[in-house]
């Protein structure tokens, strides 16, 4: 495997940041899944975009242009002969102090991944997900706003603890006020005839790209879509629930806390949607050359 540093493609075991680099120290930077489908970087343009608020958002002054950043990104993917992978695109704050000043860090560090990717299995897409609720609480948008994708993820990664400890792949978290925020890697959606609808932005949802392309999608097939404040009664009393993410893609939710969402299997609109987001794949994206 070929890593990209700071305009440099090298291998995989001498691919290295200093130990005093603050995202190591501090998860002090922001980062981005980007999906690989049919030799196409989907959505490329989105997520560098997304990219470059998040650095904004903490006052990160990017290194480069998009356009070049787009262009290492692709890059990576070719020196990889990616077809069919996942890209982590990562930006550091850079090497500083051990002490907490931002500005002491002079030169950000840009870290391009490219691989393969299996989030959950195979079989789980057809028979549905069983997620939980968990007691950690989303992030308070005014602590650390959660449309900020940054290297601090410890908040998603107690919630994944959780959940694993319960049994189970994934979970919902709720905010402070006890509505439900996202899951601990995917955004989440209910439908009610044909009506999605998914949390706010300021309910602590991130503002997911696959979750962005959903609604547009939903649309386009003429259901209706909404962003609103849900609670864990919203989920159970749904005719469907499913998550979306880079990762996850589009994947039905069967159960919640061990109550049957449905039928207990992804349904109707859920496989529809799927099903054209898979078409949309195939379409969407830019070449890698």
């Avoid at 990616?82 to 500005?103: A, C, D, E, W």
Wanted: with cysteine; proline share 4%; net charge neutral.
């Amino acid at each position: 495997m070929k890593v990209y540093i700071n305009g440099k493609l090298v291998a995989e075991k001498n691919a290295k940041i200093s130990v005093f680099d603050h995202g190591l120290l501090y998860g002090d930077g922001v980062f981005e899944g980007i999906r690989v489908y049919h030799n196409k970087v989907f959505t490329l343009d989105r997520h560098i975009d997304r990219l470059y608020r998040s650095a904004r958002a903490i006052a990160l002054d990017m290194p480069i242009t998009k356009e070049e950043m787009a262009r290492a990104v692709v890059k990576t993917c070719k020196a990889n002969q990616i077809k069919n992978g996942y890209v982590r695109l990562i930006v550091t704050r850079g090497v500083g102090s051990l002490g907490l000043n931002p500005y002491l860090c002079k030169d950000p560090q840009i870290v391009i991944i490219a691989g393969a990717i299996q989030l959950y299995p195979v079989e789980l897409y057809d028979q549905g997900l069983a997620i939980v609720t968990v007691g950690t609480k989303r992030n308070h948008p005014e602590a650390i706003n959660p449309r900020i994708k940054s290297l601090n993820y410890l908040n998603n990664v107690l919630a994944k603890i959780e959940a694993i400890n319960a049994g189970v792949m994934e979970c919902v978290m709720l905010n402070p006020q006890g509505y439900v925020a996202e899951a601990s890697g995917d955004n989440i959606f209910v439908v009610r005839g044909k009506e999605l609808a998914t949390p706010p932005s300021w309910c602590g949802a991130l503002e997911g790209i696959t979750r962005e392309v959903v609604m547009e999608l939903a649309l386009e097939m003429g259901y209706t879509v909404k962003e609103d404040v849900m609670t864990r009664y919203d989920l159970y009393t749904a005719d469907e629930v499913f998550l979306t993410g880079t990762a996850a893609e589009i994947i039905g939710v069967g159960m919640i806390d061990k109550r049957p969402i449905g039928d207990g299997r992804p349904g109707e609109v859920t496989r529809a949607l799927a099903g054209r987001f898979k078409e949309y794949t195939k379409i969407e994206g830019v070449p890698i050359q």
